[in-house]
């Protein structure tokens, strides 16, 4: 690769790698996995670079590519958690620290496509389409899945987040 092109690649890694490191832990509930899985994007980046430096919007690639990582790595993972090991739910916490991790906690137990959908349309604020080609999966399943998965966040959460949550007829 030429010089020119490593140092715009290193202007990109700067620029972006912020909110990418936040939008994995929104994914992942973890700042190591995090790191790693914007670490495997950058390198899947960096062997398509001579394309993406092309592109009008490489950040939008590159945040796909955390989203495929994050899903290949749950892929390999296939870890599930029981009903009964989820327990009775949390009350409602003091702060907003409490609320944002124990909503990030709930958003853990999601399955990975699942949870997918919802940091893209809600945390990342992306269409119902751009949702779908980012993921590579249809309009329908994007909308049934966070449909589905806020239910099950509602379920987990309780009543006192409900106000926290989108409301059901925000999937569209």
């Known amino acids: 690769m030429k010089p020119e092109h490593v140092d715009e690649f290193r202007a990109f890694v700067m620029g972006s790698q912020g909110h990418l490191r936040r939008s994995a832990y929104?994914?992942?509930?973890?700042?190591?996995?995090?790191?790693?899985?914007?670490?495997?994007?950058?390198?899947?980046?960096?062997?398509?670079?001579?394309?993406?430096?092309?592109?009008?919007?490489?950040?939008?690639?590159?945040?796909k590519v955390v989203y495929r990582c994050f899903l290949d790595s749950k892929a390999r993972q296939r870890e599930s958690t029981t009903l009964d090991a989820l327990g009775d739910g949390p009350?409602?916490?003091?702060?907003?620290?409490?609320?944002?991790?124990?909503?990030?906690?709930?958003?853990?137990?999601?399955?990975?496509?699942?949870?997918?959908?919802?940091?893209?349309?809600?945390?990342?604020?992306?269409?119902?389409?751009q949702t779908a080609a980012m993921l590579g999966i249809s309009t329908g399943t994007v909308k049934s899945m966070a449909a589905r998965g806020l239910a099950q966040l509602r379920e987990r959460l309780g009543e006192s987040f409900s106000t926290l949550l989108p409301d059901s007829t925000d999937i569209r």
């Open 91 to 129: 009350t409602a916490p003091a702060d907003d620290a409490d609320i944002r991790l124990t909503i990030l906690a709930a958003l853990a137990d999601l399955a990975p496509r699942t949870r997918a959908v919802v940091a893209l349309r809600y945390w990342e604020d992306q269409s119902v389409e």
């Open 26 to 63: 929104v994914l992942c509930g973890d700042w190591h996995l995090a790191e790693d899985l914007v670490q495997s994007a950058y390198d899947r980046v960096f062997r398509a670079w001579h394309r993406v430096r092309a592109m009008d919007l490489p950040d939008a690639y590159a945040r």
